[in-house]
């Protein structure tokens, strides 16, 4: 089988061919640091995670390229009324994105550039666009022709009737209706200065306008030409579309083959999660509420499709978790074996065909533009299926070896079932051991002095047959 991708440029799922056999260049948009990142950002970051892996998974090497926007309107603006440098201003933020992002497993890229230092290049970029007619200076600003740009809107498929020659727009908030000459370079501004936000350029001292970012680092990272390029859907239009019309007017190439755009994240109520907007949940958020971020790692990658609306909720949430939970303690289950079994018992070769199907089901989701919630679905069938063999004692060790194999490619993708977050577990099996030696010593209120210590802190103790498990609830 092979990889299909699902491409906003064509509308159609193609199979992923690099330009380099064996080898990947992506470029995927990433925060601008002027508040922590919502839940509905790290869908996003999500997406292009579990892209990723399946490149990974599908032998690929990759270099993968998520730039940091840390100068746009509002940083500037947030910083000024901070007192401060834009770049003192975004440390904290450009930080809790890492936090964030480690949270949730996300395996790093191989570069994380920022705009503030890419100046020159965007520099150099904005020169050969007005040495080529692409560009103009208006009111000391310059500007991105779009009219010089006859392809302009091939992306998303845009009716250009609409397209009214020559209006500008200097701002980096964007009206998604209207087609406009946009920014390259804005002149510095009396306050810009003191903010560490103006740069020396033959066209005036100034800053770059928030398009340009992405075509200059693309560019320096991964040449005029690279496999993928992606984003959120707001992104498409304009931010992609400026994109694709400033790096191929200046380069005269095709700047990506693939656009893969990942959808909203939704309110509860429906509403598109947004920043500007004042209603927005971050990571911490969650956190606080006593959820794993591992659980929303899961809601926001098997859950539902890239390419549908989700929204978030507690209850999804819930459910997520719980998922994440039937999972670990299969996992557990399948790598404990009970000691009264034989080695090899008479249904393993039935369960080792079993496997082997339930792989090829998933890997094929997988490869079918990264059905991941379809896939996963599979191997919940095969959950149920292996846990009523587990239960008959059916299931002998190469049962196990090949639920463990599968089991360990699943969390090639999810990675939820290796361990909680380190030191985590320790402590509380630390804890958990203690207040066992409490209760054998008749010492119970110690013994409950420590389950309810550990409730606090989100950890719920549960007594069963197999001895003491702990899970994460709201703390109380
Ligand atoms: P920003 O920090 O605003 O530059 O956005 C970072 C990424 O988050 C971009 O890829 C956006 O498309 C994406 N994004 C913003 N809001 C949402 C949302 N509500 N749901 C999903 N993705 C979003
Ligand atoms: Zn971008």
Known sequence: MTLKLHNTLTGTKEAFEPIEPGQVG???????????????????????????????????????????TDIDDR?????????????????????????DMSAMRAQPAEFYP??????????????????????????GDVYFRIESFPRYGALSHLDRSGLRAGQRVATDKY?????????????????????????????????PGWHIECSAMSKRYLGDTFDIHCGGI??????HENEIAQSEAANGK????????????AEATGEKMSKSAGAFTTLRDLMAAGHDPLAVRFFLIANAHYRQRIRLSAEALHASAEQVRRLRDFAERVRTPSRDLAAVMPDDDALIGRVRQVRAAYRAALDDDLNLPQAVGVVFELIREANAALDEMKVGAPGRAALLGLLEEVDGHLDVMGGEEPGLADEVERLIAEREAARAAKDFARADRIREDLRERGIALEDSRDGVRWRRVPPA
């Not at 290049?121 to 560009?135: H, P």
């Not at 009206?175 to 066209?203: C, H, I, Y």
């Not at 707001?234 to 931010?239: A, E, G, I, T, V």
């Not at 095709?254 to 909203?264: C, D, G, I, K, V």
Request: net charge negative; proline share 5%.
């Open 26 to 68: 992506m470029y995927t948009c990433g925060p601008t640091v002027w508040n922590f990142a919502h839940i509905g950002n790290l869908r996003a970051f999500m997406f292009y995670d579990l892209l990723r892996r399946q490149l990974q998974a599908s032998g690929y090497r990759i270099t993968h390229v998520m730039n940091l």
């Open 75 to 99: 940083i500037l603006d947030q910083a000024m009324h901070a007192g401060t440098t834009i770049a003192e201003y975004v440390k904290p933020f450009v930080a809790a994105f890492f936090e």
């Open 114 to 139: 920022r705009a503030t230092d890419h100046i020159p290049e965007m520099v150099a970029m904005i020169s050969t666009l007005l040495e080529r007619g692409f560009a103009y200076v208006a009111d």
């Open 175 to 207: 009206d998604k209706e209207s087609v406009s000459d946009f920014a390259l370079w804005k002149n510095a501004q009396p306050g810009d200065e003191k903010l560490g936000a103006a740069w020396d350029a033959p066209f005036g001292r100034g800053r």
């Open 234 to 239: 707001d992104l498409m239009f304009p931010h």
């Open 254 to 265: 095709p700047l990506a083959r693939a656009w893969l755009h990942s959808e909203h994240l």
